[in-house]
């Protein structure tokens, strides 16, 4: 074994788990290090405590004499808890979260050492963040973006540091990061979904989209994963022979959890507490050493925020025990990758799950009238749900039989499609008392029981309906909750606004009845968006036939997903409902496309090296084994030494093809990199990148695993599949 992975496995046996103690009751700590309605109360003025409330609630403005009290209340809260510093925290559109720590320690005119942090520090900063991905809207003579205070998203302490989460937008005020266009879109959905929600119950006067994630995870020995620069450098192994034993018995799902791994947990579930993330579910899933964790479900703003801060914290705690964790979306072929699966619904302020059943027929409709609206808007803008998941480390699960297909289709469950299909039936105009009462006995009245059996889950679809919410399982586990979250509050948010302008014109125009008018819209509903409803296996080859029949898209690549952001019909979205400005989106996209084609082209770089410094030159001292064994076996037998020799020489010619094959396609690589680096325009760029260059790393790949069987075990310099996947 070559030095570097003989020490890495050593040092992974010799692990022992790190000890995880847990004084105290959960409940006890959950929020301790988060600035809640607690602290407030405690720290801050009644006038300023109903001040901040009334941003939370109704996005009121805090005045700048408020936000003083509020910042000297945080600071002498966040100072108890041992915080030495602050920080403006936002999520930019590189996908990790950002931070730059200033400490509350100054000194004052005469030289005196104080602790402060006024209302300007809390509300407004001015992070030099001339480096953030920005898609062209800053020129770098006007470099200023601003950071400013996020009321919804209560501020935290996470180790010594104050972090107040914020958006970040241009100086010109364009969003420059996921938050921005997050928030307005939960208003639109309020505004839209409360209009609506007032049919069924006069008191409800806000709506709030709910959002609960499950995050799936792989967790690797740090040694190991520090031997393979292909982990280190692009978060997944990108050659690498299959190990005997995958994932093929089912032996890890819901299997019992190893207790190094057991242990990082609980430390991890800790510190969250303490952030007041309120994780709740943990458990192995289907491939070795991969894991998945999810939380109770909160307001989508304050979900986003946690899952973020989340896999900064796992990541941080993994070190302390000795893992790395992966959230790349396919870190090892053959086996299972990792998603993240958004569950999302919407909830009124007087209690009310929209898309739960209730126990009236009138309840029942308010449901219909949700989750029928929600079925019609993803048959809309199934494209553009599409491109809100769409990124390169992605592509290697959407239609790749194992996580949902690159086509967004919705799983409602044989139960609920029979209530359609009745509902469907409805006559056209006003219902005859007959109808309506066999409407509200037989079809509506029925919904509750019915789903309370309707456990028939289709594990292939990208969107499914799971009893009181919605899922969409087709986000990448490395990806920001946020874009796949906007799109879906914007679409429905649309969708609501043109049901509630059909429904008020059959009331005024027809005179028809208000639930005659919900029947009648919904009925021509759920007719036009039956395209969008599939019940059958998404891995399918027969469903990607059927679906180009009935028109939806099936973009499998990024470059041809993203295409979507920047429709015409998307920008029209977009700019009617106040979420994003032309502008706005085609910076993002320049983005988008940009950040794809550089993570290819990494991946090529990171391939090409391994396989020229560490698979060839280890394949040649294997081959000069064996050419010395040949001669010697010549020295000894003369002219009858081939009957000794054939595997030996055949190994030789294998080794040398591989070796050539390798070779060549490095070099054509780089040669299609060097064209694509030529081009202008970021998305032919990108486009160039996915189709000239991508290709090359399956060619080249094959040839390297197909040298890993070879070569002499002894030899082999990168850390195996089986030692990554195995060890714990
Ligand atoms: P499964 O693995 O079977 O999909 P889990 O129980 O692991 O289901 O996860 C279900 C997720 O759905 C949890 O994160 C939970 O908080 C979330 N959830 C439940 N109800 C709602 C809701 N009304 N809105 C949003 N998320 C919800
Ligand atoms: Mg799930």
């Not at 001015?126 to 006007?142: H, K, L, Q, V, Y």
């Not at 599939?534 to 997903?561: Q, V």
């Not at 979507?564 to 988008?592: C, F, P, W």
């Given at each position: 074994?070559s ?14 788990p790190i000890?995880?103690?847990?004084p105290?009751?959960?409940s006890?700590?959950?929020?301790k ?5 607690a602290?407030?109360?405690q720290y801050l003025?009644?006038d300023s405590?109903k001040?901040?409330k009334d941003?939370?609630e109704?996005g009121s403005?805090?005045e ?8 000297t209340?945080?600071?002498?809260w966040a100072?108890?808890?041992?915080a030495?510093?602050?920080t403006h ?9 950002a931070?730059k720590h ?10 005196m050492?104080?602790e402060?942090?006024?209302g300007?520090?809390l509300v407004?900063?001015?992070?030099d ?8 809207i800053?020129n770098?003579?006007?470099a200023r973006g601003?950071?400013?205070?996020d ?6 302490i ?6 107040i989460?914020t958006?970040f937008?241009a100086?010109t ?6 938050k921005?266009?997050?928030l307005r ?11 609506v929600a007032?049919y069924f ?11 609960g ?9 740090k ?10 450098l692009?978060g997944r192994?990108?050659?690498g022979h299959?190990?005997?034993?995958g994932?093929q018995?089912?032996d890890h ?6 207790s190094r791994?057991l ?8 510190e969250?507490m ?6 709740k579910?943990r ?5 070795p050493?991969?894991f ?13 925020d946690?899952?973020?801060l989340?896999?900064d914290?796992?990541d ?6 000795n893992?790395k964790?992966?959230?790349h979306?396919?870190?090892f072929?053959?086996i299972n990758g990792s998603?993240k699966?958004n569950?999302?619904?919407?909830a009124?302020n ?20 949700f989750f029928i ?9 199934e ?6 998941i ?13 996580a949902?297909?690159a ?6 469950g044989s139960?609920l499609?029979?209530v359609?299909d009745?509902l ?6 006003k ?6 009462t066999?409407?509200k ?15 028939d889950?289709?594990r292939?679809s990208?969107?499914?309906f799971?009893g ?6 087709a986000?990448g586990s ?5 874009m796949?979250?906007?799109v879906?509050?914007a679409?429905v948010?649309k969708?609501l ?8 014109k ?17 009925r021509e509903?759920i ?20 679906a ?8 499998k ?11 015409k019909?998307t920008?029209?979205?977009y700019e ?6 032309k502008?706005e989106?085609e ?20 391939l ?17 084994i064996?050419?010395e ?6 020295n000894i037998?003369?002219n ?6 054939g595997e030996?020489m055949?190994?030789i ?6 070796i050539?094959k ?14 694509a680096n030529?081009?202008?325009d970021?998305?032919k760029?990108?486009?160039a990148y ?6 090359y790393f399956?060619?080249i ?5 197909k ?5 002499d ?16």
């Amino acid at each position: 074994m070559s030095t570097l992975r003989f020490r890495a496995v050593e040092d992974s046996f010799n692990r022992k788990p790190i000890e995880v103690h847990e004084p105290e009751r959960r409940s006890a700590i959950f929020g301790k290090n988060v600035f809640n309605e607690a602290a407030m109360r405690q720290y801050l003025t009644k006038d300023s405590y109903k001040s901040v409330k009334d941003a939370i609630e109704n996005g009121s403005k805090i005045e700048r004499h408020v936000a003083d009290h509020v910042s000297t209340g945080m600071k002498e809260w966040a100072i108890t808890k041992g915080a030495t510093h602050y920080t403006h925290w936002f999520q930019p559109l590189t996908g990790a979260t950002a931070e730059k720590h200033d400490a509350f320690f100054e000194t004052t005119s005469d030289g005196m050492p104080i602790e402060k942090f006024g209302g300007g520090q809390l509300v407004q900063q001015e992070p030099d963040a001339s480096s953030f991905p920005n898609g062209g809207i800053r020129n770098t003579f006007e470099a200023r973006g601003y950071t400013a205070w996020d009321p919804t998203s209560p501020a935290f302490i996470y180790g010594t540091t104050l972090c107040i989460p914020t958006v970040f937008v241009a100086y010109t005020g364009e969003a420059l990061d996921y938050k921005t266009p997050l928030l307005r879109s939960l208003q639109t959905i309020d505004n839209a979904a409360t209009a609506v929600a007032k049919y069924f119950d006069k008191g409800v006067s806000k709506v709030y989209a709910t959002l609960g994630w499950e995050q799936e995870y792989f967790l690797i020995d740090k040694a190991l994963a520090a031997s393979r620069p292909d982990i280190l450098l692009s978060g997944r192994t990108l050659l690498g022979h299959a190990s005997a034993k995958g994932q093929q018995l089912d032996d890890h799902y819901f299997g019992s959890i190893p207790s190094r791994v057991l242990n990082y947990m609980r430390d991890l579930e800790t510190e969250c507490m303490y952030l007041g993330v309120p994780v709740k579910t943990r458990h192995n899933e289907v491939a070795p050493n991969q894991f998945e964790l999810a939380p109770i479900f909160e307001e989508a703003n304050l979900a986003v925020d946690h899952n973020s801060l989340l896999m900064d914290v796992m990541d941080k705690i993994a070190d302390r025990h000795n893992f790395k964790v992966l959230f790349h979306e396919k870190p090892f072929a053959g086996i299972n990758g990792s998603g993240k699966h958004n569950n999302w619904s919407l909830a009124t302020n007087t209690g009310t799950n929209l898309l739960s059943p209730g126990s009236t027929p009138m309840k029942n409709l308010q449901f219909l009238t949700f989750f029928i609206n929600t079925i019609k808007a993803v048959h809309e803008y199934e494209e553009l749900i599409r491109a809100a998941i769409a990124s390169a480390s992605n592509d290697h699960r959407l239609g790749a039989n194992e996580a949902p297909p690159a086509i967004i289709s919705v799983f409602i469950g044989s139960q609920l499609t029979e209530v359609l299909d009745e509902l469907e039936k409805v006559t056209n105009g006003k219902l005859s008392p007959q109808e309506k009462t066999e409407l509200k006995l037989n079809v509506v009245g029925k919904i509750p029981e019915i789903l309370l059996d309707n456990t028939d889950r289709n594990r292939t679809s990208p969107f499914a309906f799971t009893g009181n919410k919605f899922e969409l399982r087709a986000v990448g586990s490395l990806s920001n909750c946020a874009m796949p979250m906007t799109v879906l509050n914007a679409i429905v948010a649309k969708q609501l606004i043109l049901f509630k302008e059909s429904v008020d014109k059959l009331i005024k125009e027809k005179k028809m009845k208000k639930d005659d008018a919900i029947f009648n819209v919904l009925r021509e509903y759920i007719k036009t968006s039956k395209d969008i409803r599939f019940e059958g296996d998404g891995y399918g080859e027969a469903w990607e036939k059927e679906a180009k029949k009935r028109g939806l898209s099936n973009n499998k690549t990024t470059p041809e997903a993203l295409k979507a952001n920047v429709s015409k019909k998307t920008i029209q979205l977009y700019e009617d409902l106040g979420i994003m400005t032309k502008v706005e989106i085609e910076a993002r996209h320049e983005i988008q496309v940009e950040e794809y084609a550089m993570h290819i082209q990494i991946e090529g770089r990171v391939l090409g090296d391994i396989a020229r410094n560490h698979v060839i030159p280890t394949a040649i001292r294997y081959q000069n084994i064996l050419i010395e064994n040949v001669q010697g076996l010549k020295n000894i037998y003369g002219n009858s030494f081939k009957k000794f020799a054939g595997e030996q020489m055949q190994l030789i010619e294998s080794i040398s093809e591989h070796i050539a094959k390798i070779n060549k396609g490095i070099t054509d690589m780089i040669e299609e990199r060097k064209k694509a680096n030529k081009i202008e325009d970021a998305e032919k760029r990108a486009f160039a990148y996915c189709d000239k260059v991508k290709p090359y790393f399956n060619e080249i790949r094959y040839h390297c695993d197909k040298l890993e069987l070879l070569v002499d075990d002894e030899l082999w310099p990168l850390t195996k599949y089986r030692e990554l996947l195995f060890t714990r």
